[in-house]
Each structure stands twice: as C-alpha cells, then as structure tokens.
C-alpha cells in the first residue's frame, strides 16, 4: 500500500514537444505530491508539487494534473527542450500526518529530448 | 543561501569496515531525512531527525543509524559494510516540522569492495 508507480521508465521527446509521466499510489492517506528533476552526479531537485485539494497546478512549462478518485496524478513538460533531459521521480507522503521526511518515490523516467 | 551540503562525495570502504557521513543542512533548516539510492531499488527513505530526535525510521537494518545535533547537523553511520551498502546517499532537509518541500543535497557516492 506505500507503492508509488511511475511510468514509462524512459521517454524520447523532440525538442518542443510534450513530455508526459504518470504516477499512480494506493495510500489513500497521502497528502503531498511533489516531483523531482535529477541530472547525473546530483541529488534530486524538487520541481513542483500538489496538495489533493487541487487537481491542476502549473509552474511555467511544468504542470501536475491530480485525479482522486483514480489515485493518480502525472506531470506535463510543455515545449521540452534538451535540457529537460534527466531522471523524474514521482513521490508521495502523509506529510500533514506522521511520515516525518518520509517520501515514498516512483522508479523514476529517463527522459531524453533531442534536438 | 547555502543548499545541503554532503561529505565527503565519494568513499571507497571495505566489506566489514564502517563509514560516517555528513549533512549539513541548509541554515535555519530544522528536519534532515537521509535515503538510500541505487538503479535496482530506487530512492528509499533510512530516517529522517528533527531536534535532535529521530521521528522516523525506514525499513533498514540496525547497522544503519544516525544523529543529529543542536545545531541541525546530521551524520549517518553504517557499520559492518556489506557490498550491497554501494549506493548513493542523500540527505534532505526541511524548514517546516511537517515534512514539505525537502531539498535535497548532491549526495555521497559510497563504494564498498
């Protein structure tokens, strides 16, 4: 129940194109949904995030779309440029409740955007 | 500002041996969580301290711990190296006592041969 599953595992995008990541949970008592960018030799970055009481939210060309009921949520890369090209991680937590720093993260998507 | 600092970056250590790593977290930063990263099992949360106390603990053997200290300081020890320890190590910390917005550091490449 403290799964988080992202797919694809890799994604190749022409420049300008739209990069799309799906995620999907099962703990219904997640309340905090954020997404992670890593370049390699980096820790993950934290790109955009999502409470349940809203079920879009954008940041430039970053977008997270939320749905409840289905217990998924993806993230949108508009006008992909090469240097989007890096790992994404999905993450989920109970951080209004007691999971305390614990992020429960998907597998991760390679994305690569060509030029 | 100062984002999360790790050292060192890279370690090499052998089987049985013991390792120490740093965190520094960013200042005025209260909670560090610490997570296990490798290709087969992905990010995986070890523990994460606030004040000095340890609120939450991942599912890893006791030869993993940590601490933290007054001045949100924390190191993670982990004893009795095995090879499959090899991974890299990430710290993160938060302002807020609820666990939001972590940002993490570049992290601790450790090697056990």
């Known amino acids: 129940q403290q799964q988080v599953k992202q797919s694809p595992q890799s994604l190749i995008v022409q420049k300008g194109g739209i990069s799309i990541i799906n995620c999907a949970y099962e703990n219904t008592a997640f309340d905090y949904f954020p997404w992670y960018q890593q370049f390699p030799g980096k820790g993950p970055a934290l790109l955009i995030a999502?409470?349940?009481?809203?079920s879009e939210k954008k940041e430039g060309r970053f977008t997270i779309s939320f749905n409840k009921s289905a217990k998924q949520f993806s993230l949108h890369i508009m006008d992909s440029q090469p240097g989007d090209s890096a790992t994404y991680f999905c993450?989920?937590?109970?951080?209004?409740?007691?999971?305390?720093?614990?992020?429960?993260f998907g597998q991760g998507t390679i994305l690569t955007v060509h030029p | 500002k100062a984002g999360v600092t790790q050292t060192p970056r890279y370690l090499i250590k052998t089987r049985g041996q013991q390792v120490t790593l740093s965190c520094s977290p960013i200042s005025g930063h209260r909670s560090v969580s610490w997570y296990q990263q490798t290709p087969g099992q992905g990010l995986q949360f070890l523990f994460e301290y606030f004040s000095e106390t340890q609120r939450n603990k991942g599912n890893f053997p006791g030869r993993f711990s940590g601490r933290q200290f007054s001045n949100s300081r924390s190191e993670m020890n982990v004893s009795t190296l095995e090879l499959g320890d090899s991974a890299l190590y990430l710290c993160?910390?938060?302002?807020?006592?609820?666990?939001?917005?972590?940002?993490f550091g570049s992290g601790t490449r450790l090697t056990v041969v």
């Open positions: 999502i409470r349940p009481d809203v």
């Open positions: 993450a989920a937590s109970n951080a209004g409740g007691t999971s305390y720093g614990k992020l429960t």
């Open positions: 993160a910390s938060s302002l807020r006592q609820a666990s939001y917005g972590y940002t």
